[in-house]
């Protein structure tokens, strides 16, 4: 079986992470990895703090909260996501309100957002789908016009940029991911990004059970949501290879491109002008023209030993967010044609150009057997 997706880590992980258990770097409360794992990602984003966490989805949840979004509040999201991306406001007892995609990048559509807005709106979390950034500048620009936060969701698109700028370094906060599938992992892990020192303080404090002064006296509702030091040894290592990753990921996907060109019925991924896209998945839309349905074509390929993942459930469709109090229904055509209709391809980094010739070859034999 071919995955969809393998880590690129090797020996010195290892050792990294050998060395700090040795060091008694086994919890999230000291050691030298983790403030030089914070360190180190910021500096590569170019924010001044990072704040390691348990996962990408508590970086999330961390983000809201530390931003004051509750009850009441209503905060836009992308249609198109991960369910964490909608628990973090959930979970807040804020209301998500998803926000359609948009057929190029499939990110969420800026056209729609303005008129999605009202008076209980408090923040924009926009999803960098797939590893192609959403046009922050644009987006940026409606929500200062508003008055609104913006969280961004990068657990997708780690070096992913736009005009230039690296995704994570636009928001309020910016959250990623480092599961054992994004672009550098910890395993499980993630990180909050942010230039407001008061935020950072906040999320540092509410990360670590918010003990007070006294020690035990707590005078809100914290969490633990930290990173263990041997994650964080291990996360070093990953980000010294970052760059790397990303060349193999842009040479696997530019061979699916160049292969898949000519297919009838297969939408490839785009890449805008202004931006650089990471390809953390190689994802594709099956359009009636290929003769197959997604799901007959992912069943077919299965059968080959080749791995595919579909594109997310909207979060329109989600039946708990459906059921909570004050969510709106707002229609995601978009959103829910990808979803129906997308899957990813073997996406690791290790993948052979041979390896990529022979997966869509499988993709091509089954168009032809069906026509």
């Not at 050998?18 to 999230?28: C, F, H, M, P, T």
């Not at 807040?92 to 995609?101: E, K, L, T």
């Not at 109090?325 to 209709?341: D, K, L, N, Y």
Request: glycine share 8%; charged share 25%.
């Amino acid at each position: 079986m071919i995955p969809v997706y393998e880590p690129f880590i090797g020996e010195e992980e290892a050792q990294a992470v050998a060395e700090a258990v040795r060091d008694g770097e086994i919890s999230g409360s000291f050691g030298r990895n983790i403030p030089a794992f914070e360190r180190e990602f910021a500096d590569f984003v170019g924010v001044r703090h990072g704040v390691a966490t348990t996962s990408g989805t508590t970086a999330l949840h961390l983000a809201v909260q530390a931003l004051g979004i509750g009850p009441g509040d209503e905060v836009l999201v992308s249609a198109s996501t991960n369910i964490a991306t909608a628990l973090a406001v959930y979970h807040n007892g804020a209301v998500p309100v998803p926000v359609d995609s948009e057929r190029e990048t499939w990110n969420l559509d800026l056209d729609l957002i303005e008129d999605l807005i009202t008076e209980r709106t408090r923040a924009i979390i926009p999803v960098h789908l797939f590893g192609h950034p959403v046009d922050m500048d644009r987006l940026s620009e409606i929500a200062e016009r508003y008055g609104l936060d913006v969280i961004e969701d990068s657990a997708e698109s780690h070096g992913a940029t736009v005009r230039g700028r690296q995704t994570g370094s636009f928001g309020t906060a910016s959250c990623f991911s480092f599961y054992a599938n994004k672009v550098i992992t910890t395993g499980e892990g993630g990180m909050v990004l942010t230039d407001d020192d008061d935020v950072a303080e906040r999320i540092r404090l509410l990360r670590n059970l918010a003990f007070g002064r006294p020690r035990f006296y707590h005078e809100h509702p914290g969490h633990n949501f930290r990173m263990t030091g041997y994650q964080a040894a291990m996360g070093r290592v990953q980000l010294q290879k970052i760059e790397r990753i990303l060349s193999e990921k842009r040479r696997v996907a530019q061979s699916y491109t160049n292969l898949l060109r000519d297919v009838p019925g297969i939408q490839t991924p785009r890449e805008q002008e202004w931006a650089r896209h990471v390809y953390w998945m190689y994802a594709i839309v099956v359009e009636p023209a290929f003769g197959l349905t997604r799901d007959e074509l992912s069943a077919a390929l299965a059968d080959r030993g080749i791995e595919t993942r579909t594109f997310f459930c909207p979060m329109n469709l989600q039946p708990f967010l459906r059921d909570q109090q004050g969510f709106r229904s707002i229609s995601c055509p978009v959103a829910e044609e990808i979803w129906a209709r997308g899957c990813y391809l073997p996406s690791s980094p290790s993948l052979s150009g041979e390896d990529v010739a022979s997966i869509v070859e499988c993709v091509v034999e089954l168009a032809a057997a069906r026509s």
